[in-house]
T-cell receptor, first 115, second 115 residues
């Protein structure tokens, strides 16, 4: 158990819908990262937050957004869902954004299926 | 942009034998980290081993060791005394040493362990 929690574990929804994925980082971790794992794109970085502020953006679609709340949990919002958005979404956390040995610990993931 | 390449989509090894998984990467940075992550059928991402680019000594974690060739931009994982529980997808990942800390992953190698 990495200490990172994600809910829900599975999500099945229809095209055009909107969903919210939730992540709680390890106790004491200030950084949260979101990754998408799909069969065709592999594991891709989406976005990073540090202590409530956006720090880095990767291949995140405009239909997707995220935020990190004062209690440090993070939510990833996916809207106008398409079939191609079906994937495993991981959240990872780390202590900070700098410093050597700043490991990222991954949550169990949320499996999103868009029908 | 940094890229990570794993040229072996699938590999197999006999139980108790040794196997080496290959990874090459491309970067113009001098300060970076390299990782191997394991993803078993449970889909949990588990950190196996980490290598700092500034360290010449190859990292070792129990049965897992790496061969880090900085000039060749090569980072292979050696698993000794393979066990059935080693069967999983293995991902090589790159992270910059400063700035944004997102991970860039290779496509993965599926390792099967034959009893």
């Amino acid at each position: 158990d990495s200490g990172v929690t994600q809910t829900p574990k599975h999500l099945i929804t229809a095209t055009g819908q909107r969903v919210t994925l939730r992540c709680s980082p390890r106790s004491g971790d200030l950084s949260v990262y979101w990754y998408q794992q799909s069969l065709d794109q592999g594991l891709q970085f989406l976005i990073q937050y540090y202590n409530g502020e956006e720090r880095a953006k990767g291949n995140i679609l405009e239909r997707f957004s995220a935020q990190q709340f004062p209690d440090l949990h993070s939510e990833l919002n996916l809207s106008s869902l398409e079939l191609g958005d079906s994937a495993l979404y991981f959240c990872a956390s780390s202590v900070g954004t700098s410093g050597r040995g700043n490991e990222q610990f991954f949550g169990p993931g949320t499996r999103l299926t868009v029908l | 942009a940094q890229t990570v390449t794993q040229s072996q989509p699938e590999m197999s090894v006999q139980e108790a034998e040794t196997v080496t998984l290959s990874c090459t990467y491309d970067t113009s940075e001098s300060d970076y980290y390299l990782f191997w992550y394991k993803q078993p059928p449970s889909r949990q991402m588990i950190l196996v081993i980490r290598q700092e680019a500034y360290k010449q000594q190859n990292a070792t974690e129990n049965r897992f060791s790496v061969n880090f060739q900085k000039a060749a931009k090569s980072f292979s994982l050696k698993i000794s005394d393979s066990q059935l529980g080693d069967a999983a997808m293995y991902f090589c990942a790159y992270r910059r040493g400063a700035g944004s800390y997102q991970l860039t992953f290779g496509k993965g190698t599926k390792l099967s362990v034959i009893p």
